[in-house]
């Protein structure tokens, strides 16, 4: 039996409203530390996620967004933004935090089929 | 066949945990196997002992207890984000000083590596979510 | 092996969320959907997916859970007639027939 997996993390979420953003990036990194194969996609409103420039020193919840910076360190490099959903709410790569792969829907089925697990939050 | 289970909501709130429940069920009648049974973000109040339905409503918390003797299946709670949320284990309770622990039988807190590791072990890993 | 069999659940009815919509769009030729929960509302002739579904050359078969549809009273409703109804034993094959389960 294999022990490695491709493990695939979407996120359609936007950060702070909920906990999902947070408790994803959580699970992004304990997957990536185990080891695994980790994609992890932003589409939707889970895009906001990487925005540059958060700060929530005035609503008192802690500001995870550092924390996507630290992809790098995990060697997670497979990080996937939906093209279509950074251009229908005004945004390009510019704006976010980190260095993104920007795809298409065709692209990211087609990476969708290489995955063994598929978790969205 | 061996399935992993992944629940992601609050019990009564949201389906979920009842869509879960019945899928393990119809799975395990099917003659599947059913390891572990991962509890994770709003999923950990699934196993609060402090639960107490209506007489004449499910008790969803125990009926996860049931079937976990019942099948030798492994519960397990992120503990991070158990204890974020008020649901405690023995020694939990004793490092934070508190006065009660309120994990159901048959419930554990583990690390989200157990999650990953039931994903690989497993054939099928089935989230359930809101 | 890059090709495989997928299912993809989803439980929120089409007009409380797009991730239906969402999810057709990555739902290929040998994928199967299956609607639970609040999704079983859009197995309903007349619902915001009329007319959206994938045709039945698509290669992509939509199934609804029966017990959900007998919850919210939809059974004996007029239903879309190429969405094909299920039990959970039933839901249980479409797992064990799908190399990859995507709960949307």
Redo the contacts between chains.
């Keep these: 039996m294999s022990t490695k997996k491709r493990i695939m993390i979407v996120n359609h979420r936007p950060p702070h409203g909920t906990l999902h953003a947070w408790e994803s990036l959580d699970l992004t990194l304990t997957a990536a530390a185990f080891e695994q194969e980790v994609s992890v996609v932003f589409m939707g409103d889970g895009v906001f996620q990487l925005l540059a420039d958060q700060d929530t020193s005035q609503i008192n919840i802690k500001n995870f967004a550092p924390a996507y910076r630290t992809f790098r360190d995990y060697d997670i490099r497979h990080v996937y933004v939906e093209k279509e959903a950074l251009a229908r709410r005004g945004l390009s790569s510019d704006d976010l935090l980190i260095d993104v792969n920007l795809v298409d829907t065709g692209a990211l089925c087609r990476l969708m089929t290489e995955q063994d697990i598929i978790l969205h939050f | 066949m061996k399935f992993a289970l992944l629940i992601n909501t609050g019990p009564y709130q949201h389906q979920a945990a009842d869509t879960a429940y019945q899928f393990a069920r119809a799975a395990l009648a099917e003659g599947h196997t059913i390891r572990r049974i991962f509890f994770y973000q709003d999923g950990v109040y699934n196993a609060s002992r402090l639960s107490v339905p209506p007489q004449d409503d499910r008790h969803i918390v125990r009926r996860w207890s049931a079937l976990a003797a019942e099948h030798r299946i492994e519960l397990l709670l992120c503990s991070a984000s158990a204890l974020r949320r008020g649901i405690l284990d023995k020694e939990g309770a004793r490092v934070n000083a508190i006065d009660t622990d309120n994990l159901a039988p048959g419930f554990r807190l583990a690390g989200l590596a157990q999650l990953i590791d039931a994903g690989i072990e497993a054939d099928r890993l089935l989230s359930f979510a809101d | 092996m890059?090709?495989?069999r997928?299912l993809h659940t989803v439980?929120k009815s089409p007009t409380e969320s797009?991730?239906l919509e969402?999810c057709l769009?990555?739902t290929?030729a040998g994928h199967a959907v299956l609607l639970?929960?609040?999704a079983v509302y859009a197995a309903l002739a007349e619902s915001a997916m009329a007319g959206q579904w994938p045709d039945k050359s698509s290669g992509i078969t939509v199934y609804v859970l029966t017990?959900d549809l007998a919850a919210r009273g939809l059974l004996g409703r007029d239903l879309h007639p190429d969405i094909r109804q299920i039990?959970?034993?039933g839901?249980?094959?479409l797992?064990?027939e799908n190399d990859?389960?995507?709960?949307?």
């Design positions: 890059d090709w495989k997928m439980n797009d991730k969402t769009r990555f290929q639970i929960e609040n017990p039990d959970y034993p839901f249980v094959r797992v064990t990859v389960v995507q709960s949307w």
